[in-house]
């Protein structure tokens, strides 16, 4: 891959240094810590690295990325982020910027996919019947067999309206017969407003809003709940945090999870960037400050866009 002139943004949703049993992290979603740290100690080595709002200045000025430009990201508020993440960061002296689901801090509360995770993993039943498209019976007597029903599942929720995807996770809960539980594995516990607090305050770090509770938000209706969501998510983060919110990442951020009128939103609100998650680098000039690709390093086998040395 060449890297003159563009920018990479790293996109992170967790790492961990915590074993996962069964189905668990299985997509690596949460990298383990180790592999991170070589990749941080790579592009504090051999990269420029960009905080966010340096992206935003550059654009604004019209001026190029510098060669092999970088900026880290991560999604959502997990608690290892700052207990295991945010050390690693200290060390090789890399900046980042958190989106973060607001509504979930200092709570137990889990996102809806991991709620699937959770309940498919640890049910002991040999088959779960879930209405999608059809009626579907979904065998998960075997880690495969329970992986399959979890990303079918999964991608059939992530193009649905709310309704829709909360009538699912709610039958997978039935179905399964378990209750999910951020107890049932470290990787699922999110950050308190303290320890936000304690983030926000490293001059390295940038705290942004990523929803209330991880709606799509093209999918959120009437207008008014989507204002609504877009509003109190930023809000809430403005009052913990006594700072002005101007960064934003879209959930699940591909191209159908958000459009105009989101953007629109955003910018009512005071929010300057949201990059996407759709895969890709960003030559100078390619995109505004609301469609930025990211890459989702280590997610379901996406490699790292840097040759290790």
Known sequence: ????????????????????????????????????????????????????????????????????SVAVTFD????????????????????ATFYITSGIINTDMMFWVDELEDCINLTDKGSIDVR??????????????KLDALLTIKAYCKKQAMGEKDRVV??????????????HSKNYEKLSWEELKEMSRRKHFIIGGHSLY?????????????????????????YNLGQKITHYAYPEGQQHHYNERVIEILRDFGIVCSPSAIHGVNATGQFDLFNLRRVMVGFNGTPFPFELQ
């Open 76 to 95: 959502d508020g997990f608690r290892n982020n700052l207990t295991v993440a945010t050390p690693v960061l200290d060390a090789f002296n890399v900046p």
């Open 214 to 238: 991880h709606d799509i938000l093209a999918a959120i209706t009437p207008d008014e709940r989507l204002v609504r969501d877009i509003e109190v998510s930023i809000k809430l983060l403005e």
């Open 170 to 183: 709610a039958a997978v809960k039935m179905q399964t017969g378990v209750t999910p539980s951020v107890n």
């Open 1 to 68: 891959m060449q890297h003159d002139n563009i920018l990479t943004v790293l996109l992170y949703h967790g790492v961990t240094d915590s074993e996962s049993a069964g189905i668990e992290n299985n997509s690596k979603k949460h990298l383990p810590v180790d592999e991170f740290a070589r990749q941080m100690e790579y592009i504090s080595n051999h990269c420029v690295l960009l905080t966010m709002d340096e992206v935003v200045d550059l654009h604004h000025n019209k001026k190029p990325y510098p060669r092999n």
């Open 132 to 145: 999608l498209e059809k009626d579907t019976i979904f065998p998960v007597s075997s880690l495969q067999q």
